[in-house]
């Protein structure tokens, strides 16, 4: 823009020149910006490394940023660097440009098919990282972005590890808005499998493309952690018998039971117009 024929001195970080802010989340700031050298176009989240250092999770998150550099999967928000000064940490990841996935269920409740391939594609992200060890641990819909195409990119994974130990820490409330997508045995804050509690999100997720709302509501928090434990929820009349059985299969409250990924991947629901992709990391 042009204010008064002076322009703005652009905020450099490294070669990349920061524009507007894209985002925010509980823990960070995502900004646009631009690499001055070749004009390529990311995105940066910013992260004050108090709140990494409160966590206790440095050595951990450490771990898991260097597997999520590798990580290369076509539904997967890319990490391209990392980078560091005195009191932040700089994410470089590809810049997603279709906003996020629930302001289009902000508008309505998806087409079947639609629905169907969102899932497809967020299965089939969480269980590549799941093989590599990395765990989202905060699938919800802010995380949940849309390309160009229309199709989806799951973003912060491994990064979510300090929300899960902010949970742990009882300042849950105050840094999450709802524990709407959470597993029970994650709401009742015993040791419980990473795995198990990401397909639960997965399945709250499905079921809220499908229906055009959560499927564990109540009037209050109170209500809402009890019927996530008693993992009570009802399918409205559109939902067909097949896509209410994998659901319940896997909002199933027992981790023991609740289907596995490559089970929810073999579901005749699921497996429709599905393929799997060929990639490496
Ligand atoms: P937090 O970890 O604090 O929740 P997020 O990584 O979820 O922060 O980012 C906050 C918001 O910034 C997101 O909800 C999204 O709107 C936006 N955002 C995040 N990553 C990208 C990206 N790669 N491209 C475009 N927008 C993004
Ligand atoms: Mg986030």
């Known amino acids: 823009s042009n204010n008064g ?9 490294g070669r990349y020149e920061v524009g507007k802010l ?22 940066i989240k910013v992260m004050e490394k108090e709140k990494i250092f409160k966590s206790g999770l440095t050595a951990h998150i450490k771990r898991e940023i260097a597997v999520l550099r590798r990580v290369r999967h076509p539904h997967i928000v890319q990490l391209y660097e990392v980078m560091a000064t005195k009191l932040r940490i700089y994410f470089v990841m590809e810049l997603v440009r279709g906003g996020e996935l629930f302001a289009r269920v902000a508008q309505g409740r998806l087409r079947e098919d639609d629905a169907r391939r969102y899932f497809q594609q967020l299965v089939s ?18 995380n949940l972005l849309v390309d160009d195409a229309g199709d989806l990119k799951v973003s912060d994974f491994g990064l979510s590890a300090v929300a899960d130990q902010m949970r742990h820490d009882g300042l849950f409330h105050t840094f999450c808005g709802t524990p709407a997508y959470v597993a029970p045995e994650v709401l009742s804050r015993r040791g419980y499998d990473a795995a198990k509690a990401d397909l639960w999100s997965c399945g709250v997720v499905l ?18 952690y009890r019927k996530i434990h008693r993992g009570e929820f009802r399918c409205p009349k559109w939902f067909s018998p097949e896509l209410k059985h994998l659901l319940r299969r896997v909002l199933d409250t027992n981790p023991q039971r609740r289907a596995t990924a490559d089970e929810i991947m073999d579901d005749a629901w699921f497996k429709i117009g599905f393929r799997r992709f060929s990639f490496r990391i």
């Open 22 to 43: 894209l985002g925010q989340g509980n823990f960070a700031k995502v900004y646009h910006a631009r690499n001055v050298l070749t004009g390529d176009e990311v995105a």
């Open 125 to 142: 992200s969480v269980a590549f990282c799941h093989a590599r060890g990395v765990y989202h641990r905060d699938i919800k819909p802010e």
């Open 207 to 224: 079921y809220v493309l499908m229906a055009g709302y959560l499927p564990f509501q109540d009037r209050n928090l109170v209500g809402m």
């Open 5 to 13: 024929g002076s322009k703005k001195p652009a905020l450099l970080l």
